[in-house]
């Protein structure tokens, strides 16, 4: 079992498949293990990797607290561990604001960052209005409706089961990764990095809405949008087969030369 040093905190992380580099940033409320949908459905075409950041799944969990500023330098460890190049980093809810931070701080080994269901911190007066009045709607709703359709945990009660069981593994809690956003990027540092970006959006999003998205494709210039029909928050859980597609698509893409997109 594979682990990586970040200044002096051991993590857990998994390397599966060949090819081009995907690493998986999990959420608030999953680990490694959360991407079983993905490993097995990409291993074929690429190198897939999953990692527990600190506190979460099998990564040290032993600090008395956890800040989540230390998340982007978790990811960079492992991208230095396995000595990655022309990685797409794909995040996760809140887990996208710690690939972001990791792409700009390691663009010599990240070529793009998918920021699932985030504006990944962004610095932004506009972003950071429309993304509040869509967490102000979210609050509203139990969380598992936030992630999940009422369809999907009538149809498939296992699953959703399995989905809320994941997050008993952690130690670390959403309120520890609350302050990735404090002093986030700005768009001319995005800009400046040569970090590719691609927003990634279910359209059915009750935590951060399709036109907020949108919203922060058109303010980055040369970014890319993907909104997948019917998807909820937690795409990658309940709807793998267009999410798959999507993130296959976005690692071909991203890798061709810009002048070739």
Known sequence: MPFADSDGTSLY?????SGPAILFVHGSGGHHAAWWQQVAALRDEFTVVTVDLRGFGKSDSSMAEFDGQDFPGDVVAVLDRED?????????????VAALRAGLLRPERVSSVVLGHSLGGIA????????????????RL???????????????????????????FNAARMQDLRNLDTDGPSLEEIRACGVRVAFLAGERDAVLGVRTVTRAHELLPGSHLEIVPGAPHSMYWETPGPYNAAIAHLRRTLTAPKDAV
């Open 142 to 168: 139990p969380v598992i409706d936030r992630l999940l359709t009422r369809r999907f945990q009538q149809e498939r009660a296992d699953l959703t089961f399995l989905f809320q069981q994941m997050g008993t």
């Open 124 to 139: 932004h007066p506009e972003l950071r209005e429309l993304a509040a009045a869509d967490r102000a709607e979210a609050v």
């Open 84 to 96: 990655l190049t022309d990685v797409m980093l794909v995040g996760q809810s809140i887990g996208s």
């Open 13 to 17: 992380y998994e390397r599966h498949g």
